[in-house]
């Protein structure tokens, strides 16, 4: 089955009936928390979904992104999404960011594998941790490029930095740049694949915990 129509009708019982909120997150700028919102919200989307966008980070980067080339929605108060990400600053010691790691279903913890990340990564799992979040929250390795040493290990990566990570990562891709001025049209099929992967395991997670209520 093609991961598309996988991504369809795996998240759409969750999805259509009720909201999942996705909150990307780390202390460290550019470690790809607006392009992955922006993308992995545009997967959800062409799988049929309804999408929003909440940018809270001051510099709006995000809301311009999406006003420039649309993809998925702007965030409209009172408004209900299958699914709503929320971007946020690179700023552990912000309201908004607490705020959105208290009130998400799953947290994104976005990082490259690169060991000088790590500290940053490890501040931002300790305030996952500090706001009760940790059973809702996952590492996602972005950036990787397969072969290099820095690929091998994300295993150990994620448990030095103290939250598990989700199987599938995003490689480091040109086309992923590119979207900011093309959108999700821009991309190939291995990197609306990789996309749709990732979107599904975060889908997935919020299942899992939903299992765990249950049990
Ligand atoms: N998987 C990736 N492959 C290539 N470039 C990426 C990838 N993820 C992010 N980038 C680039 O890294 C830079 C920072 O990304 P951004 O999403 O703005 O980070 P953040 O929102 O965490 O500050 C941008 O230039 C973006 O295009
Ligand atoms: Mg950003």
Redesign the pocket.
């Known amino acids: 089955m093609l991961i598309a129509e996988e991504a369809t009708n795996e998240s759409s019982s969750l999805l259509l009936s009720e909201r999942m909120i996705i909150t990307?997150c780390?202390g460290?700028?550019?470690?790809?928390?607006?392009?992955?919102s922006v993308l992995l919200g545009s997967a959800l989307v062409e799988a049929g979904h309804k999408v929003a966008l909440l940018d809270t980070?001051p510099q709006h980067?995000a809301t311009r992104w999406i006003e420039e080339i649309g993809g998925l929605e702007l965030a409209v108060p009172g408004q209900d999404y299958g699914a709503l990400f929320i971007?946020t600053a690179?700023r552990l010691e912000s309201k908004e960011v607490t705020d959105s790691i208290r009130r998400a279903d799953v947290v994104v913890l976005?990082t490259s594998p690169s060991p000088a990340d790590l500290f940053t990564s490890r501040d931002t799992a300790s305030l996952i941790h500090r706001e009760g979040a940790q059973d809702r929250a996952h590492v996602l390795f972005?950036?990787?490029q397969p072969g290099t040493i820095l690929a091998r290990d994300l295993e150990d990566m994620a448990e030095r930095i103290g939250l598990p990570a989700f199987k599938n990562t995003?490689?480091?891709?040109?086309a992923?740049?590119h979207a900011?001025l093309v959108g999700w049209k821009s991309l190939g099929g291995e990197a609306r694949e990789e996309l749709f992967r990732v979107a599904l395991e975060i889908v997935g997670s919020v299942k899992k915990q939903t299992r765990k209520v249950a049990n």
């Not at 460290?28 to 992955?36: E, P, Q, V």
């Not at 995003?170 to 040109?174: E, F, I, K, S, T």
């Open positions: 990307l780390n460290k700028g550019g470690s790809g928390k607006t392009t992955l980070d980067t971007d690179p976005v972005n950036q990787i995003l490689r480091r891709r040109q992923y740049q900011v």
